[in-house]
Structures are given as structure tokens and as C-alpha cells.
DNA sequence: GCGCAGTGCACAAACGATTGGGCGGAGTCG
DNA sequence: CGACTCCGCCCAATCGTTTGTGCACTGCGC
């Protein structure tokens, strides 16, 4: 279609701006530039104002850009933090990246973002190439709750910080998931619910963990416990959802609500609730969590628990940041928000 | 909660390997182990098989991962690229993303990947970031149909490829758009309908364009032209689709049917044939664009013409490679793939 | 007039990798 | 036995940046 390009190449990547090309024209050395392009804050040494105004000119002129690879040689900090997440598909966890790499950006860093599908040889695969990179820190938002996975960077010294996902004694950003679980089953013991099963999430994290524990902890202390067999694992996404809505719904007489710790299994469960013949927030209320933008689209808008996925995000990264600059720093939990709609109603029996 | 780390650092970020470590403990020089390990196609002035065999097992043994800055200031070349999409949010193009970085990744790339948010100003401040990186060639998942924003690129010498959406003229992979609209109109042609409207996406994206002109092309063939005011903009996102549909069903007639060029425009629509009280499928039959894996698990599954979504991230990344290596390439078009489901019936009047 | 402090630069050595060139030694051939 | 070839390896320069140290000059005090 548009074949190759022809030989009378029109741009021929034309020579960079280095720090030698801006010390010849504005015929000083090449340290005099390195040290008056530097950042304010380690402004030793400095120029006569006259020659710094010339040199800064010049270099803004040619839009010089320092080259990374060079300073990364020197200073031994590539400003490369890289990112693991289970799957950047997953709009939870590519709105947490979309945070981090906010951060990062205002920052002077760049990041690498990889999938790990929650595969442990994939995650240590994955985790090598990031290394070999010479990353500077890692951002994960894969962290199993029991912390494997991360002896390799603890081994290497590497800072990394846990987003979305925690895991006791690892430095981490979440939401408070537990308070989230609570919040969720509040809302349903309001509106009379007793009866209510649980979409659990993967056992292996404590997003699915904390949510489902602190939603069962709150059922408990009101007096309705909830049976072992209303509570089911489950993928986080909408097939997943709608696999364990499917085994919950169809043993023993309906629960009259079900609690959901992702959106997406929560919108598999109202698919699941559909093909029953019944109305989700009528018949059978459905609680979800994270409130994805396309929650309130919905036909039956979701009732869910809001998490400051961005915020986890951005804050997850100066949690990094504040390790790499050796600064103090300590673990957050961030409040989460019931948020009511549609998909909740009153308890019908 | 965790404090700063304690002062007796468990592992403080041991001495790199280098060439230098390996060279001194085989006893050669490091330019001997440079070649010996570089990749075998440029393997000249060999070692003999005994330290080339020595050579390696230190470096296995030692884990050695060459530093891709040295690498990168010596032979100007690091081995990353840049990818642009719209948002890393939608679903679509992360899952292009996915096919990029899995190309990229088995050719010993790495990539930065950054929101445009399909503004102006943040696409050509993202690109400066790249540059800045001194990727090898970017590609582009967010192009205006007008090639508009290519300019620096061009200008500066970098190769890139487009994804998703072409412009002409311009390198790129992408589904074959206006087929694939095409395939939606047979589709409701088959069935009977003639009084259909288009939710058409962003008139400056050739996706939005192309699969809308293959629609009423079809239609028009067909003896059945689509009015002007059947036919309304909208974005790519759930709120988008509503919006266009709640325009379009209350104005005139009800159509039986809708296209939208997005499945989430498509849930969209759904939602407002819902509100209505219709339900998709009968009294309006619905159809999208990409199939994405929620469009099966919806209540009302979606019929959708399926993109080779990830595919086309592959092989996006193949064209920019070969255009870094200077190996000739050509732009490709992809078959999309009707997809019927629920969401579509007979024509009702 | 001399010493001294301070200013404004320059010099040079790294960081880790690649690569053209050179140099001994062994093998080949006449 | 000498010349030539080729093998296997080393030398040194280079990419762009940062940074410890040194040097010349100015201006000041005594």
C-alpha cells in the first residue's frame, strides 16, 4: 500500500542537541552547562548570571533535551519505575496505572506497565525484564496478600510500593477495604436484608480478603451471620460473577441480596439474576465495588463502594518516590464511599 | 504503620554485574566478552569455543543483564518505544496495547505507554516525553484521520505506525473499518430491517468514519438510504452511545434498529431502548463494533462485528520495527467478523 | 606590594557497552 | 625455512552526562 520509504530520506533523524553542542556556541565548557541546566536545588558552582541567561538561551533555542541514558549512566538513577498489574484490561487496575503514571510524570519519571496476569512464573519473568531495565522502584498492583513474589526485589534492594492490593508488612496504598465491606453490608442490613451471599474474589488477595471479611464481620456482629455456603470465590470479572451468582442462586431457597467485591462479577451477577427471570434491586439486590464509570450507565444503575482508584494510584507512587529518595514514609488506607442506586432496594420476602 | 526502614539495609542494592566482573573472573578482556555475548547473527571475530563456553556460564552463573543504557549511549539505539492511545481506561485500545507490548516484548522491546485523552495539547506534550526518552519509533493508537499531530514525528525523523485508527498516507494496521460496517448492515439487511440509525463515534477518527460509511454505503446499495438525521456523532464510551440514542429514538419514528461503532456506545444504546421500555433485540435490534468479552455476558449478549483487537497491536509493532531495521513494510487492513447474538432479531413494525 | 578569599570556569575521570584496528602466534604452502 | 594468512584476543576511542578538583583572575585588607 505504501511501500517503503523512498531513499531521499526527507529528514535524516538529524544530529542531537548535546550539552557539547551548546557549550561550543555559547563557547564555554561543557560542565558550565551541565551545571547551570541543573535543577535550582544543587546549584553549586554557579555561573555569572550573563553567561547562565546565554547558555539557557541557547539550549531553548535548540530544544535540548538531556539525554537519559547518559545521566542514567552516570548517576546510576534511570528515573524508570516500572509497573505490574494482573492485566492492564482490567479498567480498575488501568485507571490505578493511569494514577501512577500521573504522578510519575510530574515527578520526571517514566513507566514501564506489564501484565502479569496473576501468573507467578509470568510475574517473575516479568519482573527480570524490569530489572534488567534498570528500574528504579516497581509499582505492583499484583501483590498476592501472603507476599510472595517479592523476594526478588527485596533480595535486589529494589523500593516497591503495593497499590490496590496489600500484603501485611510490605509498604502499600489501598483502599480500606475491610471499612468498604462493612459499608457495603450496612447499607444492605438497612434496607432489611438477612439473607445475602457473597461474591468473594480470588482468595489469593486481600482486595477479595478484606472486602468479603469485613462485609461478614459486620453481617456477624448484627446477629445474621452468614453461612459458609452463601460465600463463594470467584474471578473478577463479568464471567466470573456470573459463574458464582449462578452456583449461589441455584442452591437452597434465593438470598435476597448479594454483595459483589468488583463491579464487573457484580454486573455477572446481575446478568446471572436476568436469567432467572427476576429484577435486580427488586427481587434480588446487587452490591458491587469500585464504582467504574459504567456502573451508573447501566440498565439498572449499580449500587457500589466507591475506591479512589486514581488517588491509590498517585499516592502509591509517592509512596515509592519517598523510598527512593530515602525519605520516611508508612502504608495508607484510603476511605472508601457507599455509593446507592438503582441495583438495592429493600428486602422483599 | 511501618515506619521508614530500618538502618541496617538487609541488601544494599549489591555491586551491578558488568562486563568488566565477568571479564576479570574469565580472565580476558571485556571486549571478548562483549562479543562473545552479543547475539550470534553479528557474531565476527570470534572466541574460541572454550571461552566462549567459559564466558557464558559466568555470566549465566552471575545472572548478568547487560545495561541497556551503556547499550543505548554507544550504539543510539534503546531498544523502546513509545505507544499513544486515547486512554488506557478504554477496554479497546488496552487490549492493542497488549498486543504491542507482547510483540514488542519477544523482539527484546520495551514500551512507555501514555493517555492523549485525544486532546491536542496533552498528545503533542506526551510525544516531547518520548522523545525525550529517545524511543526508537512510537506507535500511534490515537491518530486523527487528518494525520494532524504526525508532525513532529516526521519532522524529527522518528519512525512510527499507527494502530486501530489509519490516516492515509500514513504507516498503519487496522481493521478493515468500512467491511466491517458493511458486515453490520448485511447483517440487518438479512433480517429486514430498512428504517435503521447510526451512532457514529468521533467524526475525526477514522474508525468512527470508516465504519460508519460502510453502513449506509450498504444501505444505500441496498435501495435503502439512511437519512442525514439517523445518523448522529457521539463519543466511544457508554454515556456517548446514550446520549446519541436517547437523541435518535426520540425524533420521528422509532427506527428497528441501531449500529453503533463502539460495543460500549452499544451498551449505551441498550440502556436507552431499556429506559423505553423496549427491549434490545425485539422491538430494536442492536449492534456493535469490536467484541469485546463483556459484549457475551451482557443480559441481552451483544451482537458485534469482531476487531482483531490484539492482533492488531502485533502487528502494528511489526511495521514500526521493520521500519527501524529499514526492511520494507507495507500499512495492513485486518478482517473483522460478524458476531450475532441476542441483541439482533427479525425487523418488527 | 603581598597574601588571601572568592568567583567563574575548565580539566578529567568516571558510568557500561560497542567496535574498528592492531598484534602476536600458529598453521599453511611453496 | 620464509612469507603469508588467519585465528584469538587486547587496546583504545566513543556515546552524553555528572562531579571532584584545580587554576587563573579579581578585588580586598593590611
Known amino acids: 500500500m505504501d511501500g517503503p520509504a523512498d531513499d531521499t530520506d526527507p529528514s535524516p533523524r538529524r544530529a542531537p542537541v548535546t550539552l557539547r553542542t551548546i557549550a561550543e556556541l555559547a563557547g564555554v565548557h561543557v560542565t558550565t552547562v551541565s551545571r547551570v541546566l541543573a535543577p535550582p536545588a544543587q546549584a553549586v558552582r554557579t555561573s555569572s548570571p550573563e553567561t547562565a541567561q546565554r547558555i539557557r538561551e541557547i539550549a531553548a533555542d535548540l530544544g535540548y533535551r538531556p539525554d537519559p541514558h547518559g545521566r542514567a549512566l552516570r548517576t546510576n538513577r534511570s528515573h524508570l519505575v516500572g509497573v505490574l498489574v494482573p492485566r492492564l484490561a482490567d479498567l480498575v487496575l488501568a485507571t490505578v496505572y493511569e494514577g501512577v503514571e500521573d504522578a510519575a510524570g510530574r515527578a520526571g519519571y517514566s513507566t514501564f506497565v506489564t501484565n502479569s496476569q496473576d501468573d507467578v512464573a509470568r510475574r517473575a519473568d516479568r519482573t527480570d525484564m524490569l530489572l534488567a531495565r534498570r528500574v528504579d522502584g516497581v509499582v505492583l498492583g499484583d501483590a498476592p496478600v501472603d507476599g510472595s513474589s517479592l523476594g526478588l526485589l527485596v533480595e535486589r534492594g529494589v ?60 453481617f456477624a456482629e448484627a446477629g445474621h451471620p452468614v453461612p459458609d455456603h452463601r460465600v463463594r470465590r470467584s474471578g473478577f470479572d463479568v464471567r466470573g460473577g456470573r459463574e ?8 437452597g431457597p434465593l438470598p435476597t441480596a448479594v454483595f459483589a467485591v468488583n463491579d464487573f462479577a457484580a454486573i455477572g451477577v446481575m446478568g446471572a439474576v436476568r436469567d432467572r427471570g427476576l429484577t435486580p434491586g427488586r427481587e434480588v439486590s446487587v452490591v458491587g465495588f469500585n464504582d467504574v464509570p459504567l456502573a451508573a450507565e447501566l440498565p439498572v444503575a449499580l449500587t457500589t463502594v466507591r475506591s479512589p ?27 472508601p464511599e457507599l455509593v446507592a442506586r438503582a441495583s438495592t432496594g429493600p428486602a422483599q420476602r
Not at 244 to 251: F, G, I, K, P
Open 159 to 218: 523500593p516497591y510500593a503495593l497499590v490496590s492490593r496489600r500484603a501485611p508488612g510490605h509498604p502499600s496504598v489501598t483502599c480500606d477495604d475491610l471499612a468498604g465491606g462493612r459499608l457495603a453490608a450496612e447499607h444492605l442490613l438497612a434496607l432489611g436484608h438477612r439473607d445475602v451471599a457473597v461474591v468473594a474474589g480470588e482468595p489469593y488477595t486481600s482486595t477479595g480478603l478484606d472486602r468479603t471479611g469485613g462485609f461478614l464481620a459486620a
Open 244 to 251: 458464582a451468582a449462578e452456583a449461589l442462586l441455584s442452591t
Open 309 to 335: 482508584m486514581h488517588e491509590m494510584g498517585r499516592r502509591g507512587f509517592a509512596l515509592l518516590l519517598a523510598q527512593i529518595e530515602g525519605r520516611p514514609w508508612s502504608s495508607e488506607l484510603l476511605d
